[in-house]
């Protein structure tokens, strides 16, 4: 099997995947909601119909793109009007994923900004826009990361089980499927890890409500978010596949 | 005295940029050492003359730049080239430092790229160029807000005390000043403080051999570089004043 497919190979950057996200909630959560930069025109005509939000993630997909990160099977940008490569094409390890259009980032953007930010965040607004808005890129392209790995785990998945997929795929069973790409006790220490991370990272913040807070936070941002649409995006997948 | 003077809240704002420094060393040391990122040339004429990294921080520094972002007082831009702000001038709070040219973010890039990089991250490539590159960027532009934070420390300092400053600006007596602005209490609890967030966050991590390293990592980089380097923004400031 391809060394990406590898589940402790996986396993490891999920892990690692962890942090990144931790961190980058807990930056947002330092700022206040300031509802205006999600607002399209919020900042008039100098941010195209865009919000601002959108319009900084848009710039620095553009950067990125220019510098091949969407050359990458793992990265997945949130705008399809993106500049060619500047640079040569790496030589990146073999793409072990086959070839599929699964993209959940206009899911992921709708639900962080007006479900995990008012979470996240206090109410109300502290004019710091531009620092806001470069934290929601950071959190944004950290789960995107993160969820789209779904499509290796399926494919690991699938590659050591391939007649028991192919059935269930071929007779559409959604939950058949869904139960067998679930591993409750993978979840359940997920939870613990998470909550113990964010309890770690949060404890030393000076703002005593949201070091509180932030460890809840983070497990159901988890719970009831990355966890089911990573298997979303591994449903999407197998049945592209 | 102007709010953003008060010692309290700049100590504040200290503490809080403490957390952001941690996590990007942190997100940046576990990508390896990727020298080439760092070489001009080491990616083609498609990036200018420039290195991997000094593109992508001049991109989004033009990116931030028509934000608005280095109209604040807080904040000073590595390139100085950029194109002007698309968004109106916000009502900033009024600018509490004198105007001063004070700007150390080319001595920053050289010591984070030749010392602290070494010092944080494996040697050895390990192909994420783009990731390390965008780690980097997240490195220079925490750094680089907190070392000319030392301008808001030292105007507060200079109006609680203004003859004693005047006096020893006006004679150039540098060693007196560096005595006057240094505070040996307040620099062991913040090397007390760094030591222990660093721990609380690298304790985290799956990798050992960082985890171990890391908070030893981020109390030389507190103790050997960015205090003396705020002190020296400090006297910079002073001087112009």
Avoid: W
Avoid at 33 to 54: E, M, P, T
Avoid at 90 to 101: F, G, I, M, V
Avoid at 113 to 130: A, R
Avoid at 166 to 181: F, M, P, R, V, Y
């Amino acid at each position: 099997m391809n060394e990406q497919l590898l589940l402790k190979n996986i396993r490891n950057v999920l892990i690692r995947l962890e942090e990144t996200i931790i961190f980058s909630l807990i930056e947002r959560s330092q700022f206040k909601r300031n509802c205006i930069v999600y607002q399209r025109g919020g900042f008039g005509s100098a941010v195209g119909d865009d919000s601002l939000v959108g319009y900084m993630l848009h710039e620095t997909e553009r950067v990125h793109a220019r510098l091949r990160r969407y050359t990458s099977p793992d990265e997945h940008p949130f705008y399809d009007d993106l500049p060619p490569p500047v640079l040569k094409q790496l030589n990146y390890r073999e793409n072990p994923l086959q070839a599929n259009t699964v993209n959940v980032n206009a899911g992921i953007r709708a639900h962080y900004e007006s479900v995990m930010v008012p979470d996240l965040c206090s109410e109300g607004d502290d004019g710091q826009y531009g620092s806001a808005a470069v934290c929601d890129v950071a959190c944004l392209q950290a789960l995107s990361k993160r969820i789209h790995y779904g499509k290796f785990v399926a494919e690991s998945k699938y590659q050591e089980s391939p007649d028991t997929y192919d059935k269930l795929i071929s007779c559409g069973d959604t939950e058949a499927l869904l139960a067998t790409i679930t591993d409750a006790g993978v979840e359940a220490r997920l939870l613990e890890r998470v909550a113990a991370k964010a309890f770690s990272c949060s404890s030393m913040l000076l703002d005593e409500g949201l070091s509180r807070a932030f460890p809840d936070t983070a497990v159901t941002v988890y719970r009831d978010f990355i966890i089911p649409l990573t298997k979303q995006v591994e449903l999407d997948y197998l049945y592209q596949r």
